[in-house]
C-alpha cells in the first residue's frame, strides 16, 4: 500500500482545476461542471490525502501495464477486469493535451 502525502500547508485552500474545462478560456466561460470557475473544489486538506490508497495502488498498476506492457492478471486482455480497462481509458483522459481553441468562423466577404 503507498502512503499518505503531506505536503501542503494547512492553513492555506488550495483550488482544484476542473477536470472538465481545465480552467481554461474559451471553455471555462461555458462550463457546466465548474459553474464557469475554472476550479473543481477547495480544500484544506493536501489533495493527494483526498484519494483513497487503492486509488495510488491502481495508477501504479496503470503505470506498470504502461512502462513495461505487462497486464496485471495472468492471461490476455480478455482475462482482465472491465474496471482495469475502464481506469486505464480514464488515466489515457486524464493524460491527454487540453483540446485545442475552436477555429474562428470564416468570415463573409466584404
Excluded at 482544484?16 to 484544506?44: K, L, M, W
Excluded at 503505470?63 to 480497462?85: A, C, I, M, S, Y
Amino acid at each position: 500500500m503507498l502512503g499518505r502525502f503531506v505536503c501542503c500547508n494547512p492553513h492555506e485552500f488550495k483550488a482544484i482545476t476542473c477536470p472538465t474545462c481545465n480552467g481554461e478560456a474559451p471553455y471555462v466561460h461555458t462550463c457546466e461542471d465548474c459553474g464557469g470557475s475554472g476550479q473543481f473544489f477547495e480544500t484544506r486538506d493536501c489533495p493527494h490525502n483526498l484519494l483513497h490508497p487503492e486509488a495510488y495502488e491502481t495508477v501504479a498498476v496503470l503505470r506498470h501495464f504502461q512502462n513495461h506492457n505487462v497486464l496485471p492478471v495472468q492471461g490476455g486482455q480478455d482475462d482482465q477486469t472491465p474496471l482495469f480497462w475502464e481506469a486505464l481509458a480514464f488515466l489515457h483522459a486524464e493524460e491527454a493535451p487540453p483540446p485545442e481553441d475552436p477555429p474562428e468562423p470564416p468570415h463573409a466577404p466584404a
